[in-house]
Structure formats: structure tokens, C-alpha cells
């Protein structure tokens, strides 16, 4: 069975890689919010925005998460740089 997740990628990350978004299958051992970080990065170059020890914040179902946040079927995974306010 697949596991299918919608990705959003905001501000500098977006420009990063290119795209808004995507809609994505899971692969198998990618479970996690981190692991997910961790299976994108390793996409080449421009997705190196998404590496580990990048400054980089994650959200499943409009709510704020770490790294070891479980992903399920049809959950909406948003990854942005941290935002400042003024």
C-alpha cells in the first residue's frame, strides 16, 4: 500500500528546488518528518536547502512538528525557512 503525501515548500526553499509543491509516495523506511527531509536532500544539489543542519522549519497539517513526527496517508507536509517578524 502507498503512502501518498502533499509537500509544500515556501519563500527561499521554493526558490531552492524549484517548485511550490508536489504530491508524493512515501518510500518505504520514510516515516518520519525527518526522514522525509533526509530522502529529499539526497535529490541532488538544488534540494541540499533541505539538509540536515539547514536551518529549516516543518509543518504536517498546519501544525508546527520536529524531525521525528510520524507521517500518515494523505497528510500535507510544509517545509519553510524560519520567519522573522518586524
Not at 504530491?23 to 539538509?51: C, D, I, K, N, T
Request: proline share 5%; net charge negative; hydrophobic share 50%.
Amino acid at each position: 500500500m502507498t503512502t501518498n503525501v502533499k509537500i509544500l515548500y515556501f519563500a527561499s526553499l521554493r526558490e531552492a528546488v524549484g517548485q511550490s509543491g508536489e504530491e508524493f509516495a512515501l518510500p518505504e523506511g520514510v516515516g518520519s518528518v525527518g526522514a522525509l527531509r533526509a530522502h529529499l536532500a539526497a535529490r541532488g544539489e538544488a534540494w541540499q536547502a533541505l539538509a540536515a543542519g539547514r536551518n529549516v522549519r516543518a509543518a504536517v497539517n498546519q501544525r508546527m512538528v520536529g524531525a521525528d513526527a510520524p507521517l500518515g496517508a494523505g497528510d500535507e507536509v510544509a517545509f519553510f525557512p524560519p520567519v522573522t517578524g518586524g
